[in-house]
C-alpha cells in the first residue's frame, strides 16, 4: 500500500421509492474507481448512503402510513440489497437521520451562524418539491415546470434563515478557473461558470417546523428545521466526523472525489464550496458528472411508459459483473443515454461473443494441445511485440490517471483486445500447427501469447467485473496478490502452470430473458 489516500463519494439517494437504474449506475461508477485506486495501492474511502430527510420522505411515510423508524429501516435496506446484489463495497452507508449526522450538521450550522454570515428574512418563490429548491422563472420549461420532476412549482412566501452566496461569487469563479479538472467533463465547469454569470441569490437553508416536519432542528432557533440540502451535503464532511476529527478530514479531503448525475450539479458546485468555505474547509478535489440515463427515443423512464429498467431485475437475467460492465460501456461520456432491455441484452452478448469466447477457446486450446499447461517458450519478436503492445495499453487503463476516469473507453480497449486475439486465434489456426510437428514451437508460442492475453484481461477488467476477474485468473492459476501491479503486466509470470476448466463465463440467455415484460 503506498500512502495516497482517496475518498469517493456518491450522492446519498432519496428514500421515496424503489433505487432505480440511475442509482446503481452512480454506484457502480463509484465502486469501479474504488477497486481502481486500490489496485494502484492507494487507501480508500468510498461512501454512498440514503437521504432521510425533507418534505418528498414526509409525503411518502404519510402515504404509506408507516412510522419513521419503519420506513428508514425498511426503505434504506433496499438501497444496501441493491447495492450488495451489485457487488458494490463500500466503507460507510450514510444515513442522515442518524445521531452522528445530525449532531454534525447542528455543529456546522452554528459555525456558519456564529461567524455571522446568516441572516434572516422574508422570502417569496416557487419551491419545486422533487429538488427540494428554490426555482428561477429560467430554471422552469414552458409549460412552467421544472424539467427534472414535469411538476409546476409551488409558490411559498415564508420568513426563513439565508447564507447569502453572493459574496463568494468572485471567488467561486476565479477557483473554477484556476482549476480546470474541478469539474469534469468541461461542459459542465461551462454550465456552472455561465450560471456564475449572473448574481446569486441568497441560499435559504431553513424551512419552518409547521410546513417541514422531517429534518434536523436549526440549533439558534427551535421553530426552524435545516434545509435537506445543507442537511445532505454535510454528509460528506460529518462522513469523515469533521469537526471532531481533524486528523480524518486531513487524510482525505484533499483528494475528494463527489460523483453524480447532471441533475445535482448547482448544489454541489455553487452551494457547496460556498458552504465549505462558509466553514473554513476548502472545496472537494474533484466533482464528476455523468448524464442520464434515459428511455429509448430519450425519454424519462417511467412506470407509466412501461420503460422502466429494473436493475435488480437485470442482475437476475445477466449476472451482476455482467449488469455493471454493460451498464459503464453504454454510458456515454458526455450525453444522456438510451437504455432498453434489448440495448441492454445486445452489449450483453457482445461480451459474451468476444471476450467470453475469447477465454473459453484460450483455455480449450490450452487443454487441448499442451495438456491443460501454459507453455515454457520464447516468444518469437512478432509475437513478443503483440504482447507488450498490449500489456501496455492494459495496464494504462488502470495506471494511467487520465483513462481511469474513462471508464467507457477502458471497456472497448477490452473488446478491442479481446476481437485482436480472437483474430490471432483464427489467423494462427492452433489445430493446424498441432499437425505439423515441425510446427510445435509456434503453436507452444500460439498458446502462450493468448494464454498471457487473457491474463492481462483478466487484471485490467478487475474493478469493473470483479468476480469474473477472479475466475478466470483462478483458473489460470494466477494469484493478482503476488505481485505488484507493474509486474502483473511483465511476461513470464504464468509459465509451467496448469490451468482449470474453464466455464462459461456469460451463459446465452434465454428467450424467457430477453422477451421484453
Ligand atoms: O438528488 N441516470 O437524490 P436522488 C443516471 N438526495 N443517474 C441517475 C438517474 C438517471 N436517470 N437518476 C438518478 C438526490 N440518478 C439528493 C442528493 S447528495 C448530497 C443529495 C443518480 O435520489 C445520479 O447520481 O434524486 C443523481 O445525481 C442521483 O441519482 C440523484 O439521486
Same mark, same amino acid.
Given at each position: 500500500m503506498n500512502d495516497i489516500n482517496t475518498y469517493i463519494t456518491t450522492p446519498i439517494y432519496y428514500l421515496n421509492g424503489k433505487p432505480h437504474l440511475g442509482h446503481a449506475y452512480t454506484t457502480i461508477l463509484g465502486d469501479i474507481l474504488r477497486r481502481t485506486f486500490e489496485l494502484r495501492g492507494e487507501n480508500v474511502f468510498y461512501t454512498t448512503g440514503t437521504d432521510e430527510h425533507g418534505q418528498k420522505n414526509f409525503d411518502t411515510i404519510q402515504k404509506l402510513n408507516m412510522t419513521f423508524e419503519d420506513y428508514v429501516k425498511e426503505y434504506s435496506q433496499n438501497f444496501k440489497n441493491l447495492f450488495k446484489k451489485l457487488g458494490i463495497d463500500y466503507d460507510l452507508f450514510v444515513q442522515t437521520s442518524c445521531p452522528h449526522h445530525t449532531k454534525i450538521v447542528k455543529q456546522c450550522l452554528q459555525r456558519v451562524y456564529d461567524n455571522g454570515l446568516i441572516i434572516k428574512k422574508k422570502y417569496t418563490g416557487l419551491y419545486c418539491k422533487g429538488c427540494e429548491q428554490f426555482k428561477k422563472e429560467s430554471d422552469l420549461d414552458e409549460n412552467g415546470c421544472c424539467p427534472y420532476h414535469q411538476e409546476q412549482p409551488v409558490e411559498i412566501s415564508e420568513e426563513n434563515y439565508f447564507l447569502p452566496l453572493e459574496p463568494y461569487r468572485e471567488w467561486l /469563479?476565479?477557483?473554477? =478557473?484556476?482549476?480546470?479538472?474541478?469539474?469534469?467533463?468541461?461542459?459542465f465547469r461551462t454550465e456552472i461558470l455561465n450560471m456564475l454569470k449572473q448574481p446569486l441569490e441568497d441560499l435559504c437553508i431553513s424551512r419552518p417546523k409547521n410546513r417541514v416536519h422531517l429534518g434536523v432542528e436549526i440549533p439558534f432557533d427551535t421553530d426552524y428545521i435545516t434545509y435537506i440540502w445543507f442537511d445532505a451535503l454535510i454528509n460528506y464532511i460529518s462522513s469523515l466526523d469533521w469537526p471532531n476529527n481533524d486528523t480524518n478530514m486531513c487524510k482525505f479531503w484533499p483528494n475528494s472525489i463527489h460523483i453524480m448525475a447532471k441533475d445535482i450539479i448547482k448544489p454541489h458546485c455553487i452551494y457547496w464550496p460556498i458552504m465549505l468555505k462558509a466553514l473554513g474547509l476548502l472545496p472537494p478535489h474533484r466533482i464528476m458528472i455523468h448524464g442520464f440515463l434515459v428511455g429509448e427515443g430519450g425519454v424519462k423512464m417511467s412506470k407509466s411508459l #412501461?420503460?422502466?429498467?429494473?436493475? =435488480?431485475? !437485470?442482475?437476475? /437475467?445477466? #449476472?451482476?459483473?455482467? *449488469? +455493471? *460492465?454493460?451498464?459503464?460501456?453504454?454510458m456515454n461520456k458526455n450525453s444522456d443515454t438510451q437504455v432498453s432491455e434489448n440495448i441492454i441484452f445486445n452489449a450483453y452478448n457482445r461480451l459474451a461473443n468476444t471476450f467470453g469466447n475469447l477465454y473459453f477457446r484460450t483455455c480449450k486450446l490450452i487443454e487441448k494441445f499442451n495438456e491443460g499447461i501454459i507453455p515454457d517458450i520464447v516468444l518469437d519478436s512478432s509475437d513478443m511485440q503483440f504482447v507488450l503492445s498490449m500489456a501496455e495499453k492494459l495496464k494504462s487503463v488502470l495506471?494511467? @490517471?487520465?483513462?481511469?476516469?474513462?471508464?467507457? &473507453?477502458?471497456?472497448?480497449?477490452?473488446?478491442?483486445i479481446s476481437s485482436k486475439l480472437n483474430y490471432y486465434i483464427d489467423q494462427k489456426q492452433p489445430w493446424n500447427l498441432a499437425k505439423d510437428e515441425a510446427r510445435h514451437d =509456434?503453436?507452444?508460442? @500460439?498458446?502462450?501469447?493468448?494464454?498471457? #492475453?487473457? +491474463? !492481462?484481461? #483478466?487484471?485490467?477488467?478487475?474493478?469493473?467485473m470483479p468476480s469474473v476477474s477472479q475466475k478466470i485468473l483462478t483458473?489460470? &492459476? *494466477?494469484? !493478482? +496478490?503476488?505481485?505488484?501491479?507493474?509486474?502483473?503486466?511483465?511476461?513470464? @509470470?504464468?509459465? *509451467? +502452470? /496448469?490451468?482449470?476448466?474453464?466455464?462459461?463465463?456469460?451463459?446465452?440467455?434465454?428467450d424467457k430473458d430477453t422477451q421484453a415484460n
Amino acid at each position: 500500500m503506498n500512502d495516497i489516500n482517496t475518498y469517493i463519494t456518491t450522492p446519498i439517494y432519496y428514500l421515496n421509492g424503489k433505487p432505480h437504474l440511475g442509482h446503481a449506475y452512480t454506484t457502480i461508477l463509484g465502486d469501479i474507481l474504488r477497486r481502481t485506486f486500490e489496485l494502484r495501492g492507494e487507501n480508500v474511502f468510498y461512501t454512498t448512503g440514503t437521504d432521510e430527510h425533507g418534505q418528498k420522505n414526509f409525503d411518502t411515510i404519510q402515504k404509506l402510513n408507516m412510522t419513521f423508524e419503519d420506513y428508514v429501516k425498511e426503505y434504506s435496506q433496499n438501497f444496501k440489497n441493491l447495492f450488495k446484489k451489485l457487488g458494490i463495497d463500500y466503507d460507510l452507508f450514510v444515513q442522515t437521520s442518524c445521531p452522528h449526522h445530525t449532531k454534525i450538521v447542528k455543529q456546522c450550522l452554528q459555525r456558519v451562524y456564529d461567524n455571522g454570515l446568516i441572516i434572516k428574512k422574508k422570502y417569496t418563490g416557487l419551491y419545486c418539491k422533487g429538488c427540494e429548491q428554490f426555482k428561477k422563472e429560467s430554471d422552469l420549461d414552458e409549460n412552467g415546470c421544472c424539467p427534472y420532476h414535469q411538476e409546476q412549482p409551488v409558490e411559498i412566501s415564508e420568513e426563513n434563515y439565508f447564507l447569502p452566496l453572493e459574496p463568494y461569487r468572485e471567488w467561486l /469563479k476565479e477557483y473554477i =478557473e484556476n482549476n480546470p479538472d474541478w469539474i469534469q467533463p468541461s461542459s459542465f465547469r461551462t454550465e456552472i461558470l455561465n450560471m456564475l454569470k449572473q448574481p446569486l441569490e441568497d441560499l435559504c437553508i431553513s424551512r419552518p417546523k409547521n410546513r417541514v416536519h422531517l429534518g434536523v432542528e436549526i440549533p439558534f432557533d427551535t421553530d426552524y428545521i435545516t434545509y435537506i440540502w445543507f442537511d445532505a451535503l454535510i454528509n460528506y464532511i460529518s462522513s469523515l466526523d469533521w469537526p471532531n476529527n481533524d486528523t480524518n478530514m486531513c487524510k482525505f479531503w484533499p483528494n475528494s472525489i463527489h460523483i453524480m448525475a447532471k441533475d445535482i450539479i448547482k448544489p454541489h458546485c455553487i452551494y457547496w464550496p460556498i458552504m465549505l468555505k462558509a466553514l473554513g474547509l476548502l472545496p472537494p478535489h474533484r466533482i464528476m458528472i455523468h448524464g442520464f440515463l434515459v428511455g429509448e427515443g430519450g425519454v424519462k423512464m417511467s412506470k407509466s411508459l #412501461g420503460n422502466v429498467i429494473d436493475p =435488480e431485475e !437485470m442482475v437476475d /437475467k445477466i #449476472g451482476a459483473d455482467a *449488469f +455493471r *460492465f454493460v451498464l459503464v460501456n453504454l454510458m456515454n461520456k458526455n450525453s444522456d443515454t438510451q437504455v432498453s432491455e434489448n440495448i441492454i441484452f445486445n452489449a450483453y452478448n457482445r461480451l459474451a461473443n468476444t471476450f467470453g469466447n475469447l477465454y473459453f477457446r484460450t483455455c480449450k486450446l490450452i487443454e487441448k494441445f499442451n495438456e491443460g499447461i501454459i507453455p515454457d517458450i520464447v516468444l518469437d519478436s512478432s509475437d513478443m511485440q503483440f504482447v507488450l503492445s498490449m500489456a501496455e495499453k492494459l495496464k494504462s487503463v488502470l495506471l494511467d @490517471t487520465k483513462n481511469i476516469y474513462d471508464i467507457q &473507453s477502458n471497456t472497448e480497449v477490452i473488446f478491442d483486445i479481446s476481437s485482436k486475439l480472437n483474430y490471432y486465434i483464427d489467423q494462427k489456426q492452433p489445430w493446424n500447427l498441432a499437425k505439423d510437428e515441425a510446427r510445435h514451437d =509456434e503453436l507452444l508460442s @500460439t498458446l502462450y501469447v493468448l494464454s498471457e #492475453g487473457v +491474463r !492481462m484481461l #483478466g487484471i485490467a477488467i478487475s474493478p469493473i467485473m470483479p468476480s469474473v476477474s477472479q475466475k478466470i485468473l483462478t483458473s489460470l &492459476s *494466477f494469484d !493478482m +496478490r503476488e505481485s505488484s501491479i507493474e509486474n502483473m503486466f511483465t511476461i513470464n @509470470t504464468t509459465k *509451467f +502452470r /496448469k490451468i482449470q476448466a474453464p466455464e462459461i463465463l456469460f451463459p446465452r440467455l434465454c428467450d424467457k430473458d430477453t422477451q421484453a415484460n
